[in-house]
């Protein structure tokens, strides 16, 4: 029964937090692109545009619900629920601190120990493409289809490269958990200093998984006006909006896990503090991570132009994919040397 | 052959092309023009331009008006560059009524147009950068437009739609603000555009996405009437300020820059480099800015000081003639180019020697442009119709008139 009621609680506190997160990195974004763009960002919704977020949200509750005639109805609406759902889903097996011991009890802030963490969390992202495949499908628009058509493309192109980067760091770790990922990085040992040009590999995986620039031509507005979303509006259009933060949030915390210590930061454990201040600690530093990572993203984003579809392929099978074989089997190398 | 078998050859297979209709409310196209694609997946196979959506009807419109009412309607025309399109036209009137201008008023018309001729450029290459995804560098670039429009308006009391100029020179003089402005403007203009350069010139994404996008040859662009920066581009180097100098534009020291192979990211770095031809010519104007007076001295064309037409019975007749438009044009044929921001804008002005002209063609380089664009864009990609079209500058107010 206690266990229920952790379990449950904290699926909620990951849901919320994801869910405001991602709803205030789209301040972010703006008042960063305000930033960067010599201008203000939002900043009449609340002191320093605080209240935007909601205010969008808002708006988008309760605009009117427009489907094309044309559209195949149930199709439609399977689209943003599928694309939402998918990037709730993979914040399940990330561990966002140490054990918290309360009562003698121990608590794990990871919903779900999964023995193949990793491997959950590639079979939930190469879902997500699904949702947009739907949606850009269902909406009967040259347009849309086109997006979902890049949309699938790409994704497909960039699990291959993906994977294989995420092989050389299991074969390192000789770990698919997530949790056991996390604890070998104790210290300074992160698997970016070992795993340079792996986590580069992820890193532009993980931008083209998002359909992050320079990797968003699914939407691409300038040439395909909204692309697989052009002809959504309401909250459906907002679940697709609202589902590239929670995949962006998602991905930098799977980065920051994978690559970049998890929850760990050098020298926690000498500072000798007791089990719950680490564990709140622990968590407070993976959060500065990701948001570094949202940063990164954004930063991206706001500066760089995006590629043609034929060179983001070729970027992907010609480069990225030759590269992560190469990274492969020199990791393979090492590992057969070190003995 | 046995006749079981049949071969099929990738060419008899009747394969289906999709119509995609870019435009005429499409984000890429900054304005309203249609373009009907045939479409195998990304690949353009072929289009088809549908224009008139906006047409203004401003010819025949001009037919109705006197001389000094046309400037306004050719605001309307390529309006990132209207006063040039304001001069232009004044330059026509003046070439009918045979009006010397004096060389302060036209030195003051180089700074001006030239300034027009940045501000258009600035938005030309910032827009392809905005088309292939980067919208930062276009903002920055917004913030020198901004200071340019700042200059109009100090100047005419106008932004966007300027009429600037009258016939026969300026409404008035550049104040001491205007100077101070274009000086400022000068020195924080360098270092925006190299700024810009910066973000995109040697940026390898983009790099990848104009170079040998929809190019032209220079035989196909001149057949089809290419001029300015696209012709230019094109490895051709006609520029009307140098092959038939208006507005003393002989006095001025600058390159005609040209590209190669006629593509995207020629016709960017052409741009590029005329602003900083532009930015050369003003510092030039604006230092040896002669003395004199903003008008001509010529009554038929002039209005009066104001106080005269209250006090003189001389002067109260040719303000109410002039503004009525009852003073008669020469008879007469002329046509008259300047260099415009995308090409050579002329007017050919025929006059039966009455108060409004007789016919009034403009020639706008966007019509001419937007012929070629089919054939510059096919075979390529979704992508490259995109950025092809924003490299060419065509602008809907001027393609429609």
Request: proline share 4%.
């Amino acid at each position: 029964m206690l266990f229920l009621v952790y379990k449950l609680t904290l699926i909620t506190v990951i849901l919320l937090v994801s869910l405001g997160i991602a709803m205030y990195a789209t301040l972010l974004e703006r008042k960063f692109a305000g930033f960067l763009q010599d201008r203000y960002g939002p900043d009449r919704a609340g002191k320093w545009g605080l209240l935007q977020p909601l205010a969008d949200g808002g708006k988008l509750f309760f605009k009117e619900e427009y489907m094309p005639n044309t559209a195949d109805k149930f199709l439609y609406i399977l689209g943003p629920c599928l694309t939402m759902l998918v990037a709730l889903l993979t914040s399940a097996v990330i561990p966002w601190g140490p054990p918290l011991v309360i009562g003698g009890v121990e608590y794990t802030l990871q919903v779900a120990n999964l023995n193949v963490g990793v491997l959950y969390v590639f079979a939930i992202a190469s879902m997500g493409v699904w949702g947009i495949m739907i949606g850009g499908w269902a909406s009967n628009n040259k347009y849309s289809l086109m997006g979902a058509i890049r949309a699938s493309s790409q994704m497909i192109s960039y699990e291959l490269a993906m994977g294989l980067s995420i092989a050389a760091l299991i074969m390192m770790m000789g770990s698919v958990s997530l949790n056991e990922i996390v604890a070998q990085q104790q210290g300074w040992h992160w698997n970016v200093i070992y795993q340079p040009i792996g986590f580069l590999i992820f890193f532009i995986c993980a931008l083209a998984e998002t359909n992050r620039h320079p990797f968003d031509l699914p939407e691409c507005e300038t040439e395909l006006i909204g692309g697989y979303h052009t002809e959504y509006s309401s909250m459906k259009l907002g679940f697709y909006l609202f589902a590239e933060y929670i995949n962006m949030f998602v991905s930098s915390a799977v980065l920051a896990t994978l690559y970049f210590g998890g929850y760990h930061f050098p020298f926690i454990g000498r500072l000798g503090l007791s089990p719950n201040v680490a564990a709140i600690l622990g968590m407070v530093i993976l959060f500065a991570k990701i948001i570094g990572f949202i940063l990164l993203f954004m930063w991206i984003r706001w500066t760089l132009p995006r590629f043609r579809y034929d060179q983001l392929m070729r970027l992907g099978w010609k480069i990225l994919l030759p590269l992560a074989l190469l990274n492969l089997a020199v990791t393979g190398i090492f590992i057969l040397l070190k003995g | 052959m046995n006749e079981n078998y049949t071969v099929i050859h990738p060419e008899d297979i009747d394969k289906q092309y999709t119509t995609l209709n870019l435009g005429p409310t499409h984000p890429a196209t900054h304005g309203i023009f249609q373009n009907v694609l045939t479409m195998d997946g990304e690949k353009v196979i072929d289009s088809e331009q549908t224009i008139g959506y906006i047409h203004r009807a401003f010819e025949k419109i001009a037919e109705h008006r006197p001389y000094y009412q046309i400037t306004p309607l050719t605001d309307r025309l390529n309006y990132c560059s209207s006063p040039i399109n304001n001069i232009g036209y004044q330059l026509t009137v003046e070439k009918l009524l045979g009006i010397k201008t004096n060389k302060r008023i036209d030195y003051m018309r180089v700074i001006i147009m030239e300034l027009a001729r940045i501000a258009d450029h600035l938005v030309c290459n910032s827009v392809i950068g905005v088309d292939t995804g980067a919208l930062t560098g276009f903002v920055y670039i917004f913030q020198e437009r901004e200071f340019i429009y700042e200059i109009y308006e100090e100047m005419c009391g106008a932004r966007l739609t300027t009429n600037i100029g009258r016939i026969g020179g300026f409404e008035r003089d550049f104040s001491p603000k205007v100077i101070e402005k274009i000086r400022e403007f000068i020195k924080r203009f360098e270092k925006a555009l190299i700024e810009f350069e910066n973000l995109l010139l040697r940026n390898r994404i983009f790099m990848d996405r104009t170079i040998k996008v929809g190019p032209i040859s220079a035989e196909r662009a001149i057949s089809y009437g290419f001029t300015g920066p696209n012709l230019r581009a094109a490895g051709v180097d006609y520029d009307v300020r140098v092959f038939s100098p208006y507005c003393s534009y002989e006095d001025f020291d600058f390159i005609i820059p040209v590209g190669t192979h006629g593509d995207t990211y020629d016709r960017f770095c052409v741009r590029q480099t005329e602003m900083w031809e532009s930015l050369k010519i003003i510092k030039a104007a604006l230092e040896n800015l002669p003395e004199g007076k903003h008008l001509v001295d010529d009554p038929y064309v002039v209005l009066p000081e104001k106080e005269k037409v209250y006090s003189k019975m001389e002067a109260l007749i040719y303000h109410f003639k002039i503004v009525m438009g009852e003073i008669d044009a020469p008879k007469g044929e002329v046509y008259h180019s300047v260099e415009g921001g995308n090409g050579e804008l002329g007017f050919y002005l025929v006059s039966e020697g009455e108060r409004s002209p007789f016919r009034l063609h403009f020639r706008r380089p966007c019509f001419i442009y937007y012929q070629a664009y089919p054939e510059m864009i096919r075979g390529g990609m979704l992508s490259d119709a995109i950025i092809t079209m924003s490299s060419m500058n065509v602008i809907a107010g001027e393609l429609d008139c």
